[in-house]
């Protein structure tokens, strides 16, 4: 997560919405966790099922969408987000017309 709050930090909110879902049990202790690590990218907490996109049976997971509301990639596991080609990625899918 630090990568992805670097990354937060890099691009245009007007341009890339960051949607972090916490499927933890218990809501207060993530928050807790998010405060304590000083991550400043917005946490939603499900209160039902999963939207079909979203859907994964790994943790963590990837989901990122176009400016159309269309999954353009998907990834389970761990990863790398601060770095410069995953940030030009996301520039450059940030500027594709809907």
Known sequence: MPGIQVLYQ?????????VML???ENPAKA????????????????????????NSS??????ILGPDGQVVARHEGM??????????ALEKLALTDK
């Open 31 to 54: 928050r807790a966790m998010v405060k304590r690590q000083g991550y400043s990218f917005p946490v939603y907490f499900p209160q039902g099922p999963l939207p079909a996109p979203f």
């Open 79 to 88: 990863a790398e987000y601060d770095t410069p080609e995953f940030l030009a």
């Open 58 to 63: 790994a943790i963590p997971s990837t989901v």
């Open 10 to 18: 890099k691009v245009d909110p007007k341009k890339v919405a960051f």
């Open 22 to 24: 916490s499927l933890d």
